[in-house]
């Protein structure tokens, strides 16, 4: 009887230990962390720029918004991919997300050119949720490969025309004068011969008189210090200005291995950037004008009535483009419909201005020329 008890004694204790450990394990189990995820990020503007910064917040708040789950570095200044081989490089996986410009792939984003076209938006915040929102509804086939985070583009109610020395006050002035530009149709609807000068050339071309002046975002004229050569600003308050789309992408293979809820976290946060992209853009006008002014520039706003012939003179060029895609092969009805969609997501986002206590460009800009 006394080695029964022992042998049964023996057995309770052998499972209570076995019950024990087996609870330790599975505890361990549970508690275990997740799989960090480790994600690299290509930016091929420096650090120092201001999109790069904004860009460079947006990774952290995606680190914090999944609990250190995912972890992202940052490469800047071009050292992984370069601004013309971003798209094709994320698509391949040399990167795992990066941000880019559509122009850095002449004719590979024929649809979402639609979304380019010029258009009565009055803030980059307003721009951008609108490209969003188009990018997002028709999903382009061009996008193929690549998972959509953000788009953003700079406000399309006002351009800047910096000119070394003679000032343009009305279209008759731009006529005949050697103009840089992102939209050489635009710039040569309004008069100008255009000059094919790299970004990087044209402070030195301007102060020699090799080129006349700069067309586009006011942005460089204190990024690039153009303000410091362009004495003579003259903003373009035509209601109908085109935009350029820069976007944040995710190789859509490492995109698909995301588990769900590190998905949607992406997505709330990226939507939330869409807009604060666009507010940097704005912002960036405004400290252009600002830099104009404080190194002795002079900047002029069209009035109305010469915005108004502006205005009128660049529709032409929107119908040529829509044209143009149509002729390259895309359905007419389609591309019809894309341009009413996006018109109408500018006007949504142009009344949501106000409710989210956003001011549009040109109050601003005018506000930082006094």
Same mark, same amino acid.
């Given at each position: 009887?006394?080695?029964?008890?022992?042998?049964?004694?023996? =057995?309770?204790?052998?499972? =209570?230990?076995?019950?024990?450990?087996?609870?330790?394990?599975?505890?361990?189990?549970?508690?275990?962390?997740?799989?960090?995820?480790?994600?690299?990020?290509?930016?091929?503007?420096?650090?120092?720029?201001?999109?790069?910064?904004?860009?460079?917040?947006?990774?952290?708040?995606?680190?914090?918004?999944?609990?250190?789950?995912?972890?992202?570095?940052?490469?800047?200044?071009?050292?992984?991919?370069?601004?013309?081989?971003?798209?094709?490089?994320?698509?391949?996986?040399?990167?795992?997300?990066?941000?880019?410009?559509?122009?850095?792939?002449?004719?590979?984003?024929?649809?979402?050119?639609?979304?380019?076209?010029?258009?009565?938006?009055?803030?980059?915040?307003?721009?951008?949720?609108?490209?969003?929102?188009?990018?997002?509804?028709?999903?382009?086939?061009?996008?193929?490969?690549?998972?959509?985070?953000?788009?953003?583009?700079?406000?399309?109610?006002?351009?800047?025309?910096?000119?070394?020395?003679?000032?343009?006050?009305?279209?008759?002035?731009?006529?005949?004068?050697?103009?840089?530009?992102?939209?050489?149709?635009?710039?040569?609807?309004?008069?100008?011969?255009?000059?094919?000068?790299?970004?990087?050339?044209?402070?030195?071309?301007?102060?020699?008189?090799?080129?006349?002046?700069?067309?586009?975002?006011?942005?460089?004229?204190?990024?690039?210090?153009?303000?410091?050569? =362009?004495?003579?600003?003259?903003?373009?308050?035509?209601?109908?200005?085109?935009?350029?789309?820069?976007?944040?992408?995710?190789?859509?293979?490492?995109?698909?291995?995301?588990?769900?809820?590190?998905?949607?976290?992406?997505?709330?946060?990226?939507?939330?950037?869409?807009?604060?992209?666009?507010?940097?853009?704005?912002?960036?006008?405004?400290?252009?004008?600002?830099?104009?002014?404080?190194?002795?520039?002079?900047?002029?706003?069209?009035?109305?009535?010469?915005?108004?012939?502006?205005?009128?003179?660049?529709?032409?060029?929107?119908?040529?483009?829509?044209?143009?895609?149509?002729?390259?092969?895309?359905?007419?009805?389609?591309?019809?419909?894309?341009?009413?969609?996006?018109?109408?997501?500018?006007?949504?986002?142009?009344?949501?201005?106000?409710?989210?206590?956003?001011?549009?460009?040109?109050?601003?800009?005018?506000?930082?020329?006094?």
């Amino acid at each position: 009887m006394a080695r029964r008890k022992i042998a049964m004694t023996g =057995c309770l204790s052998i499972l =209570c230990a076995a019950i024990l450990i087996g609870g330790l394990v599975q505890g361990a189990y549970a508690q275990a962390p997740a799989k960090q995820i480790k994600l690299t990020y290509a930016l091929f503007q420096p650090a120092t720029a201001a999109l790069s910064k904004v860009q460079t917040e947006f990774a952290q708040e995606l680190e914090k918004r999944t609990n250190g789950r995912v972890q992202i570095q940052v490469m800047q200044g071009g050292s992984l991919l370069g601004a013309p081989a971003m798209f094709q490089g994320i698509k391949n996986g040399i990167a795992d997300m990066g941000n880019g410009i559509t122009s850095y792939s002449p004719g590979n984003f024929p649809f979402t050119s639609i979304a380019e076209l010029p258009s009565a938006a009055q803030s980059g915040w307003v721009v951008s949720y609108a490209m969003y929102d188009f990018v997002t509804k028709y999903q382009p086939k061009e996008w193929d490969g690549v998972h959509l985070l953000t788009t953003v583009s700079s406000a399309a109610d006002a351009m800047g025309l910096g000119m070394g020395k003679v000032p343009v006050r009305k279209l008759e002035d731009l006529k005949g004068k050697s103009i840089r530009t992102n939209h050489a149709d635009i710039t040569a609807a309004l008069g100008a011969t255009i000059k094919d000068v790299p970004m990087a050339e044209v402070f030195d071309a301007v102060s020699k008189g090799v080129l006349d002046g700069v067309h586009g975002s006011l942005e460089p004229f204190r990024a690039w210090k153009l303000g410091d050569v =362009c004495k003579q600003v003259t903003v373009n308050t035509a209601p109908v200005q085109p935009s350029i789309l820069w976007y944040n992408i995710m190789n859509k293979n490492k995109w698909n291995s995301l588990p769900p809820d590190i998905q949607k976290t992406f997505t709330d946060v990226s939507k939330e950037y869409v807009g604060k992209l666009g507010l940097t853009w704005d912002d960036q006008g405004v400290a252009g004008v600002e830099y104009s002014k404080s190194v002795g520039g002079a900047v002029y706003f069209l009035p109305k009535e010469e915005a108004a012939r502006w205005q009128q003179a660049i529709m032409p060029v929107v119908d040529a483009r829509l044209k143009a895609l149509v002729a390259k092969g895309l359905n007419k009805k389609e591309v019809d419909d894309a341009w009413a969609f996006f018109k109408s997501r500018v006007e949504y986002w142009n009344g949501q201005q106000a409710k989210n206590s956003i001011t549009p460009l040109v109050a601003r800009l005018e506000k930082a020329s006094k």
